[in-house]
C-alpha cells in the first residue's frame, strides 16, 4: 500500500541533542513538508520541499534542518537550537490539489 | 497571505444531534479548501475538499460542507452524529508562495459527543 511512513512514533531528546525524525513516501510525490503541532495552534509549517535537492524555510524553520537528497526521503532535524522541541511532528507530501500525512512523531524534551 | 479561523476551539453535542463545525478564511484569490480530520496521536485524514465548481461538497463519514463566497466561511456539517465521529478537525487553505503551493492551518475544533 502506498503511504507516507514516519518513524520513530515516540522520540525522547536530553537538553542539548540534536535529534533526527525519518519521513519516508512511496507515493512517488514530488512535494513534502514537515508541520509542528501544539495544543491549541493549528499546524505550522517548518519547511517544503519541492522537488529533489532544494528546500525553503516555513513559518518556523529556526532550530530545524533538513534534506532533500532522495524523492522519497526528508528528514527532520531538531537542533540543539530548537528551544522549545517538545511537539508532535507530521510530514506530508502532495500530488495535485491533495495533501497527505503520515501518522506523526511525539518528540519529548527529558 | 491567507489565513483561517475555526470558530469554537471545543464544540460538544449529543450523539444523534446536528454537527456544525465553522470556519472562515482570508484568500485574495479564488481559494482551495480543505478539511481534515485527526484521532489521538495519528495524522491527519482529509474528510472533503472544495476546488471549483459545486459549492456543496461531499465527503466521508457523512460530512459535508458548503462554501460562501460572500461569507467567506466554509462550515463543515453533519445531520447526526456519532461517538466515533468524536476527534479533532482542522479547517485548512492552500496558499501558494513562490510558486510552492502549502496548506494554512485553523487552530482547530475538538469534538465531543455526549452518549
Known amino acids: 500500500d502506498g503511504g507516507i511512513t514516519q518513524s520513530p512514533k515516540y522520540l525522547f531528546r536530553k537538553e542539548g541533542q540534536n535529534v533526527t525524525l525519518s519521513c519516508e513516501q512511496n507515493l512517488n510525490h514530488d512535494a513534502m513538508y514537515w508541520y509542528r503541532q501544539d495544543p491549541g495552534q493549528g499546524l505550522r509549517l517548518i519547511y517544503y520541499?519541492?522537488?529533489?535537492?532544494?528546500?525553503q524555510k516555513g513559518d518556523i524553520a529556526e532550530g530545524y534542518s533538513v534534506s532533500r537528497e532522495k524523492k522519497e526521503s526528508f528528514p527532520l532535524t531538531v537542533t540543539s537550537a530548537q528551544k522549545n522541541p517538545t511537539a508532535f511532528y507530521l510530514c506530508a507530501s502532495r500530488t495535485g490539489g491533495t495533501t497527505d500525512f503520515g501518522s506523526g512523531t511525539r518528540l519529548t524534551v527529558v | 497571505a491567507q489565513s483561517v479561523t475555526q470558530l469554537g476551539s471545543h464544540v460538544s453535542v449529543s450523539e444523534g444531534a446536528l454537527v456544525l463545525l465553522r470556519c472562515n478564511y482570508s484568500?485574495?484569490?479564488?481559494?482551495?479548501l480543505f478539511w481534515y480530520v485527526q484521532y489521538p496521536n495519528q495524522g491527519l485524514q482529509l474528510l472533503l475538499k472544495?476546488?471549483?465548481?459545486?459549492?456543496l461538497v461531499k465527503g466521508i463519514n457523512g460530512f459535508e460542507a458548503e462554501f460562501k463566497k460572500s461569507e467567506t466561511s466554509f462550515h463543515l456539517t453533519k445531520p447526526s452524529a456519532h461517538m466515533s465521529d468524536a476527534a479533532e478537525y482542522f479547517c485548512a487553505v492552500s496558499d501558494r508562495v513562490g510558486g510552492a503551493q502549502k496548506l494554512v492551518f485553523g487552530q482547530g475544533t475538538r469534538l465531543t459527543i455526549n452518549p
Open positions: 520541499s519541492q522537488i529533489v535537492n532544494d528546500f
Open positions: 472544495y476546488t471549483t465548481g459545486a459549492t
Open positions: 484568500s485574495s484569490v479564488p481559494p482551495y
